[in-house]
């Protein structure tokens, strides 16, 4: 899980398990190597994602125009915050 993300592998594991509860991800494990799962949206997953992305790219987009500042700057700025209370 932890492969694509700077997330604690315990607050992957809760995201998961959350979002699965919502039946919005499928996951399956890795029978190669058991320590890994591959995870999938499921139809409701990719539904909900077509609904909440618009709202995120606008919030996105407000943001970098009232504070002047990249997504990159935001971004550098969001993980510098994420590691100082990690």
């Known amino acids: 899980m932890g492969l694509y993300s700077a997330m604690h592998k315990t607050k992957v ?13 499928r996951r399956e494990t890795n029978m190669a190597n058991r320590r890994e799962e591959f995870l999938w949206l499921t139809a409701r ?3 909900a994602f077509r609904e909440i992305a618009p709202a995120l790219e606008m919030f996105e987009n407000a943001l970098m125009e009232r504070t002047g500042h990249s997504r990159a700057d935001i971004l550098a700025t969001l993980d510098a915050i994420e590691r100082a209370i990690g």
């Open 13 to 25: 594991s809760r995201a998961v398990r959350a979002l699965e509860q919502r039946r919005w991800l």
């Open 45 to 47: 997953g990719k539904q």
